[in-house]
Nanobody, 126 residues
Framework: QVHLVESGGGVVQAGGSLRLSCTAS????????VGWFRRSPGKERELVAT????????HYQNSVKGRFTISRDNAKNTVYLHMTSLKPEDTAVYYC???????????????????WGQGTQVTVSS
């Protein structure tokens, strides 16, 4: 099992950038697909982006396409979410989660995942 810790959040003005990190423990991290999720105030947790376990194939929610980039550095056991052109509606707590199959991250509702970390707060001011 992989234990994940999110970091890198903060307060930024609209149009600014942040890079979030999701750092994993465990020697088999490269075998896991990873997804970034977020939960905005008053809303359900939603999938933002995924990166596959082997091919590095990526997927993005339509609202972040062209602005967010997910990448991974298996040597550092870390997946990044580089966020640019941030908007106030991107304000949320951001979480990462993992699974052996990227399809589970893409198609299983976030409520079906039992374990979540503390997340990292991103606040975008207008």
């Amino acid at each position: 099992q992989v234990h994940l810790v999110e970091s890198g959040g903060g307060v930024v003005q609209a149009g600014g950038s942040l890079r979030l990190s999701c750092t994993a423990s465990g020697r088999t991290f490269s075998q896991y697909a990873v997804g970034w999720f977020r939960r905005s105030p008053g809303k359900e947790r939603e999938l933002v982006a995924t990166i596959a376990e082997s091919s590095n194939t990526t997927h993005y929610q339509n609202s972040v396409k062209g602005r967010f980039t997910i990448s991974r550095d298996n040597a550092k056991n870390t997946v990044y979410l580089h966020m640019t052109s941030l908007k106030p509606e991107d304000t949320a707590v951001y979480y990462c989660n993992s699974h052996f199959s990227v399809n589970v991250l893409l198609f299983r509702p976030p409520t079906a995942f039992d374990h979540w970390g503390q997340g990292t707060q991103v606040t975008v001011s207008s």
